[in-house]
């Protein structure tokens, strides 16, 4: 699977900046027909970075339709079972800090934070998926074993992509399904 990922990360790191940019638009745009999307209140995103599809018009037009934006922060307290706790965010007010992965995440509050289970979608960063709606992350685990938890039923899990993420490889045990990967394409659904 590591070198799937590298190979998969090659190929992101190859499309050139303006594409990458003209891509994300549409993968935005495909994400606002996604009808969870439409009807979610609380959405998870992440602040993308290097080559990664950017976000950052994603999270404007959540705000914009009066969504509450959350942003994932590690939970250093609960590594192993909980890595990820998200806190809300609002474009240009909401304090950020850089994590160890030099990612920004915002500053934590006591009391504020909330469990993945609380989110009605989460946008998730990915490396590489098939049709089958599996993802390839980074490697580290933090999305599968913040997930890995019964009570996710109404989250909606979407992995945004670019089309050429894409490739056929089987998902391990521990690897958490997305309901959707959203690339400047279209939209992919698991089917059930």
């Avoid at 638009?25 to 995103?45: F, G, H, K, S, V």
């Avoid at 934070?113 to 009605?120: C, G, K, V």
């Avoid at 490396?127 to 980074?138: A, E, K, S, Y």
Wanted: glycine content about 4%; proline content about 7%.
């Amino acid at each position: 699977m590591n070198q799937l990922r590298r190979q998969l990360q090659s190929l992101r790191q190859s499309l050139p900046a303006a594409d990458r940019t003209q891509k994300s638009l549409e993968i935005t745009r495909n994400l606002a027909r996604y009808l969870p999307y439409q009807r979610a209140i609380r959405i998870a995103a992440y602040m993308s970075f290097a080559e990664e599809v950017s976000t950052e018009t994603a999270i404007d037009m959540a705000v914009a339709a009066e969504k509450t934006v959350y942003l994932p922060v590690i939970n250093n307290a609960r590594w192993r079972t909980s890595p990820l706790l998200f806190e809300t965010y609002v474009p240009g007010e909401t304090p950020l800090r850089t994590n160890r992965y030099s990612i920004p995440e915002p500053v934590c509050r006591i009391g504020t934070a909330r469990q993945a289970r609380e989110m009605d979608l989460i946008l998730v960063p990915l490396v590489g998926f098939n049709n089958r709606c599996d993802r390839i992350g980074m490697g580290a685990g933090y999305y599968d074993r913040s997930l890995a938890k019964p009570g996710y039923r109404s989250t909606r899990l979407v992995g945004l992509a670019f089309a050429c993420q894409q490739a056929e490889f089987e998902p391990a045990a521990h690897d958490i399904p997305m309901h959707a990967i959203i690339t400047e394409e279209g939209i992919i659904t698991r089917k059930p």
